[in-house]
């Protein structure tokens, strides 16, 4: 049973930073895909980042250049290192991940299948 656990979520200053991790566990093959989603109460869940598994990265026009996606394979585990953080930034960020095929748009809810139970995020002005 696939699992994904984030951390590192939390409460800090406009212009501050915080790095989320996203461990997973219970899976075989290659994950060809994993992304950073966030979601705030009555928007619908939005891409952030995201990577295949030849390191490939694509990120959502509002965190580029703030915002940076990696993983560690060994580790299985996926981070997102945010900087410059910005009270439009506070959300609730989830963990997603795609076994299988080959998809477009990196940064589409749909194109997942797997999800995290999230981590908060808030950043205070």
């Known amino acids: 049973q696939v699992q994904l656990v984030e951390s590192g979520g939390g409460s800090v200053q406009a212009g501050g930073s915080l790095r989320l991790s996203c461990a997973a566990s219970?899976?075989?093959?290659?994950?060809?895909?994993w992304a950073w989603f966030r979601q705030t109460p009555g928007k619908e869940r939005e891409g952030v980042a995201a990577?295949?598994?030849?390191?490939?990265?694509r990120y959502a026009d509002s965190v580029k250049g703030r915002f940076t996606i990696s993983k560690d394979n060994a580790k299985a585990t996926l981070y997102l290192q945010m900087n410059s953080l910005k009270p439009e930034d506070t959300a609730m960020y989830f963990c997603a991940a795609r076994f299988v095929g080959w998809i477009e748009d990196y940064l589409m809810k749909r194109n997942y299948h797997y999800w995290g139970q999230g981590t908060q995020v808030t950043v205070s002005s």
């Open positions: 219970g899976y075989t093959g290659t994950l060809y895909y």
């Open positions: 990577v295949d598994s030849a390191g490939v990265t």
